[in-house]
């Protein structure tokens, strides 16, 4: 099946510091891949929509300063959260279709666990 | 924009008898409804999808049946069993087809 690796699996960072998440598609092109947000017992929350190319979608209530999305190939996207604070700690996981579109088979990554000290 | 809604948000079931999740949406033009089985600290799978050509689709002990009219869709997994506890996320796609939204999620407890 198709793929798709996300990394890192597991990062500490201190507060007011950033980190960059890469998500890659292994075997296919994703014109566009998914990030979500997901606390602790709840639901995965749509972040913003990554477009190559082109900018980024982001949901509302989502501060686009603070988590820079960049999609500059085919296969890679990634997230950087920019100035992280504690409320930040989360899991973060990207997705993409392998055909593009969403009503098909949607692929994750292994998810990204942000823990800001 | 699409609205889904899943319930229960917990389940308990003994081992061997059925486990059923239930999710509604909004948006009468969506067309694909997937389920999503995620473990702890993993990546969510996809488990079973039904198209809305079809009111139900079955896969060994997992099944979907999906009313149209209703707008809802539903998850039945038959004689569970202890690996079958996890979180199911249902989910369906949006008007403009340009994402996925997710319910929020069943955490199941199969008790051996």
């Known amino acids: 099946g198709a793929v798709v690796s996300q990394h890192p699996s597991r990062v500490i960072c201190k507060s007011g510091t950033s980190v960059k998440i890469e998500c890659r598609s292994l075997d296919f092109q994703a014109t566009t891949m998914f990030w979500y947000r997901q606390f602790p017992k709840q639901s995965l929350m749509l972040m913003a929509t990554?477009?190559?190319?082109?900018?980024?979608?982001?949901e509302q209530g989502v501060e686009k300063d603070k988590f820079l999305i960049n999609h500059a190939s085919l296969t890679l996207s990634t997230l950087t959260v920019t100035s992280a604070h504690p409320e930040d700690s989360s899991f973060y996981i990207c997705?993409?279709?392998?055909?593009?579109?969403?009503?098909?088979?949607?692929?994750f990554g292994q998810g990204t666990r942000l823990t800001v000290v | 924009g699409e609205n889904v809604e899943q319930h229960p948000s917990t389940l308990s079931v003994q081992e061997g008898d059925s486990a059923v999740i239930k999710c509604t949406y909004s948006?009468?033009?969506?067309?694909?409804f997937p389920w999503y089985k995620q473990e702890l600290g993993k990546r969510p799978q996809l488990i079973i999808d039904i198209r809305s050509n079809v009111g139900e689709k079955k896969d060994q002990r997992i099944a979907v049946t999906l009313n149209k009219t209703a707008k809802h869709f539903s998850l039945h997994i038959t004689e569970t069993q202890p690996e079958d506890s996890a979180v199911y996320f249902c989910?369906?796609?949006?008007?403009?087809?340009?994402?996925?939204?997710f319910g929020g999620g069943t955490r199941v407890l199969v008790k051996p």
């Open positions: 989910a369906a796609p949006s008007a403009a087809g340009n994402k996925l939204t």
């Open positions: 948006d009468s033009a969506s067309n694909y």
């Open positions: 990554s477009n190559e190319g082109s900018k980024a979608t982001y």
């Open positions: 997705s993409a279709f392998r055909t593009g579109g969403v009503d098909t088979e949607a692929f």
